[in-house]
Nanobody
Framework: QVQLEESGGGLVQGGASLRLACRASGRTLSIIRMGWFRQAPGKEREFVSGMRWNGDYTTYADAVRDRFTISRDNAENTVYLQMNGLKPEDTAVYYC???????????????????WGQGTQVTVSS
């Protein structure tokens, strides 16, 4: 199994920045790709960003492109989501997820991922 724990959420004003972290433990050698998703009240879980664990591929949802950056720290088995220029519509619980599926995968698909963290709350005021 893989265990994931998010941190770094908080309450900020519009235009502020936050850096989320997701630390992976357990069978980390099985991880092939990581993803960030978010879920606002009354809405479905939404893809935010994804990356191949080795760092050679990243992808972003249109809503966050040019504002958010996904990165990794292999020494700490941690993936980060740097969020700049936050907007009220970014308010959500943010989840990280890991995938060990071999071969092709759709990064934005919930079914790609096997393990999920418990989430961290991000609230952006007007």
């Amino acid at each position: 199994q893989v265990q994931l724990e998010e941190s770094g959420g908080g309450l900020v004003q519009g235009g502020a920045s936050l850096r989320l972290a997701c630390r992976a433990s357990g069978r980390t050698l099985s991880i092939i790709r990581m993803g960030w998703f978010r879920q606002a009240p009354g809405k479905e879980r939404e893809f935010v960003s994804g990356m191949r664990w080795n760092g050679d591929y990243t992808t972003y949802a249109d809503a966050v492109r040019d504002r958010f950056t996904i990165s990794r720290d292999n020494a700490e088995n941690t993936v980060y989501l740097q969020m700049n220029g936050l907007k009220p519509e970014d308010t959500a619980v943010y989840y990280c997820a890991s995938s060990s599926r071999s071969g092709a995968a759709v990064y934005s698909s919930l079914g790609t991922y096997s393990y999920w963290g418990q989430g961290t709350q991000v609230t952006v005021s007007s």
